[in-house]
């Protein structure tokens, strides 16, 4: 008998507020290792929220019948936190200075920084590491290349290699398709189809349908901070359901495990 997959967020009944404004006001979510995910919602939705909820930058309200577990903890330690999960996001590309080595960017993430600080020494085998990750990601030639002349994709993929330095459990990558032209996306959308059948589990979380991998099977659609659909990809990746999730008319079209949306009619 197989032993049921456990929950790395729980979410039960949260509250959370950014600054004056309430994202959250009665979330619950459960997310699963080895079930790969997409959170899929318009702007504004409370999609960036949800990841800062995951990673510890934001806190919910403490409230009676309300709770936040991370890996079926509600004290997490941060640092044992990062060698879990791994991120890349919107904040962490808009963090790194122009002048910070590639390698330096990858290296940053044994240490939770952005850059490497002269009190940070790396260890042969955290060298070998970065040496190993961007070559796997097609970065090798890149290693002292300055971070601000870096293309966009050439970045995406340097901030991915960052997220892998710990072999996490859980890759968590908000709108990591942002920005990419066709080349440096469909690229990125390879590499990750690889570590989806690696046995990494993967949450994406964007409001691009084209950037829904074919080894995502479960689909939780976001919008003004509730959710309002949670299923098979299959049967929420639909005309309705996201007509109505973005509030205009959609055709969704179909190829190769992919899809596209087209304005309908």
């Not at 040496?131 to 870096?150: C, K, N, W």
């Not at 990558?173 to 469909?186: R, S, Y």
Request: net charge neutral; proline share 6%; glycine share 10%.
């Amino acid at each position: 008998m197989s032993t049921p997959p456990s929950a790395y967020l729980e979410l039960e009944a949260v509250e959370a507020w950014l600054g004056p404004r309430r994202v959250f006001e009665d979330l619950s979510l459960r997310l699963y290792g080895g079930e790969h995910t997409v959170v899929l919602g318009p702007n504004g939705s409370g999609k960036s929220s949800l990841v800062k909820l995951l990673s510890r930058e934001l806190y919910p309200v403490v409230k009676p019948g309300s709770c936040l577990r991370i890996f079926g903890s509600e004290t997490v330690n941060l640092w044992q936190l990062r060698g879990r999960i791994g991120l890349v996001s919107q904040d962490l590309h808009a963090a790194y200075v122009g002048r910070v080595p590639a390698d330096d960017v990858v290296l940053s993430g044994f240490f939770g920084s952005v850059g490497i600080g002269r009190s940070q020494v790396a260890t042969e085998a955290q060298r070998r590491r970065v040496a190993d990750l961007m070559q796997q990601l097609g970065l090798a030639y890149l290693a002292e290349r300055p971070y601000g002349q870096l293309s966009e994709g050439q970045r995406r993929r340097l901030l991915l290699a960052r997220a892998l330095v710990h072999g996490p459990e859980v890759l968590v990558l908000d709108e990591p398709t942002n920005g990419l032209d066709l080349k440096a996306k469909h690229q990125l959308l390879a590499i990750l189809r690889e570590l989806a059948r690696g046995g990494t589990t993967l949450l994406l979380v964007t409001h691009q349908i084209e950037a829904v991998l074919p080894e995502i099977r479960r689909c939780v659609l976001l919008r003004e901070g509730k959710v309002v659909g949670d299923g098979p990809t299959d049967a929420l990746l639909q005309d309705a359901p996201l007509s109505a999730l973005f509030d205009t008319p959609l055709r969704v079209c179909e190829a190769n495990g992919y899809r596209q949306v087209l304005p309908a009619g």
